[in-house]
């Protein structure tokens, strides 16, 4: 069994910032690329960020130069680091991770329950 639970949601005026952390936990044995993905109300949940093993990132463009993306191996946990916010960065914020338990040769991607973010004045 494995999971991923997210923390750090909530509301925060324009400008603001919050960071958000997933923690990874169950028979992992290792685990690839970590992501954040975010889902508006009446859109398609899309990319915000990855982040592989080595520590190399990728950002969406609309949140390039706002958000740092970060991990910490030895906890199995991805970090957001959302500077600068604004109204349009509002959405349920998901993370993922693509995972190999200890019982499998194989890789699964799992999503945590996802965090609201509300960016208002």
């Known amino acids: 069994q494995v999971q991923l639970v997210e923390s750090g949601g909530g509301l925060v005026q324009p400008g603001g910032s919050l960071r958000l952390s997933c923690a990874a936990s169950g028979n992992i044995f290792r685990i690839n690329l970590m992501g954040w993905y975010r889902q508006a109300p009446g859109k398609q949940r899309e990319l915000v960020a990855t982040i592989t093993s080595g520590g190399s990132t990728n950002y969406a463009d609309s949140v390039k130069g706002r958000f740092t993306i970060s991990r910490d191996n030895a906890q199995n946990t991805v970090y957001l680091q959302m500077n600068s916010l604004k109204p349009e960065d509002t959405a349920v914020y998901y993370c993922?991770?693509?995972?190999?338990?200890?019982?499998?040769?194989?890789?699964?991607?799992?999503w945590g329950q996802g965090t609201q973010v509300t960016v208002s004045s």
């Open positions: 993922n991770a693509d995972i190999r338990r200890l019982i499998t040769v194989s890789w699964n991607t799992y």
